[in-house]
């Protein structure tokens, strides 16, 4: 009787429902979950409900598989944008396979990159950059500003005094779409590390020329306690 009653009203008052209306009738404790795979596994029914779910979801997936598409976790978009444009396409797709347990092709990893994300590999964009004038200015991945000379490619930051070996041009407002001399600073290495281990960058050039004092005096006296000065 119960298995007759379950392939009746299972399929038009789905899990729930029929849940609380078997338990009423039948004296029965059971739970929702109890009662879906038990309909499922053993009768052999679903509800109407579920029967649309499977349907769109399969539809869904077929319209993604025409249109290219594949809902990627955001884990996933986040390691591409990291990693596709610094390995290229055949390491990035062994690498994604491997982490990820995919079985994605090169073609439609890099399609997917391109179109959904806006990502390149450095190396497609150095040789589109090969036939740009001299003077040309173009944003690499990590937010510097490249200039092309006669020489070759370098940071813009670079255009107005030379920097030696262990160096670098420090943008003291720490926007690198500034690259105003008034802006631009030659400082050693070392200092900007001491400046982030003290938390005293800042958006203020003024303020961050005193925190460079500061820290070129600091590693001057060998790195005294604060205590102590």
């Known amino acids: 009787m119960e298995k007759e009653w379950l392939k009746n009203n299972y399929p038009k008052l789905g899990m729930k429902e029929t849940t609380k209306q078997f338990n009423d009738i039948f004296s029965h404790s059971m739970k929702p979950t109890t009662i879906s795979q038990y309909c499922r596994k053993s009768l052999g029914i679903t509800s109407d409900k579920e029967t649309t779910k499977a349907l769109l979801s399969a539809n869904h997936n077929i319209n993604s598989h025409r249109n290219g598409k594949r809902n990627y976790t955001q884990t996933e978009k986040d390691w591409l944008v990291e990693n596709y444009p610094r390995l ?117 050039a003024n303020i961050t020329r005193v925190g460079i004092t500061w820290c070129e005096l600091y590693r001057a006296l060998g790195s005294p306690k604060i205590s102590d000065m």
């Open 88 to 204: 290229g396409q055949e390491e990035t797709v062994r690498q994604f396979n491997k982490i990820f347990n995919h079985k994605k092709d090169k073609k439609t990893l890099q399609r997917y990159c391109s179109h959904h994300l806006g990502l390149h590999v450095l190396k497609e964009v150095t040789m589109s950059l090969k036939s740009v004038p001299i003077g040309y200015k173009y944003k690499n991945c990590r937010g510097e500003w490249k200039i092309k000379t006669k020489e070759g490619w370098k940071p813009l930051s670079h255009m107005y005094e030379e920097v030696p070996k262990g160096y670098i041009a420090f943008h003291l407002d720490g926007n690198l779409d500034n690259n105003s001399p008034d802006n631009i600073v030659i400082i050693k290495n070392g200092v900007q590390t001491t400046l982030r281990n003290f938390n005293m960058l800042s958006e203020n």
